[in-house]
């Protein structure tokens, strides 16, 4: 039953952040106003229930029949799905509580990038601050009995992880002569540390590329084999959503991922 509950929470944490994804990048206040369709048409509450209302609705918009994008749906689901296996995994409602706040954080960041190839900086240096106050105040989310510890980790890890990209980039660069990663990957790899060290930060980029690549290659192969019409390879890859991946992954599976990655 508990974990039905996390779910549902979940569920409504991921339509908070479908709005964030759909008006951050737009300037606009995430609080207000209420939701309304494309046509205008506000949206009542029992039409903008999780996961349910799509489902009902069979992604259509009941005011004028305008196309609900499936990725509303998925958000949702993805973000109760990760909420329930933070909730498994966790010995302790302060690590469920700051889990399952980072990892809301990197899907809003993710697919934001996925849609506008940004990476907005109250987000990434608002979030590394927040992984610093969490480190000081919740000590056992790194493992240490003291705040003083807990927070030196923190900030190597912000150290260590926006240096580490900063270097690829600037290789990538020399190798390319373009840009390779932005800057905003640069500050979203520091608040990767921040959260979750160093070691979180070097399975945030190898092993989220590793686990991205062996989704993305039967993608391909498909699209290979079958000459899909509507699939297209983008000529620029965000790589936030990748980082995110390897982030995600080692907060639920920690050192376990880490050294079958070493």
Known sequence: MLSIFIFIIGACIGSFLNVCIYRIPSGKSVLFPRSRCKCGAPIPWWLNIPLLSWLLLRGKARCCGHNIPARYFIVELLTATLFVIVFIASDSLSNLIIGCGFCSLLLAIAFIDI????????????????????????????????????????????CFGSGLIFWIAVIGEMVFKKEAIGGGDIKLLGTIGAFIGWKGCLFAIFGGCLISTSIAAPLLLVWKLTKAKNFTIPREIPFAPILVIGSISYVLYGSNLLSILL
């Not at 992984?131 to 003083?148: D, T, Y």
């Open 115 to 158: 849609d506008t190839m940004e990476i907005y900086d109250a987000m990434s240096i608002g979030g590394m601050f927040v992984g610093f106050i969490v480190s000081m105040f919740f000590p056992g989310w790194h493992s240490e009995q003291s705040g003083i510890f807990s927070l030196i980790k923190s900030l190597s890890g912000a």
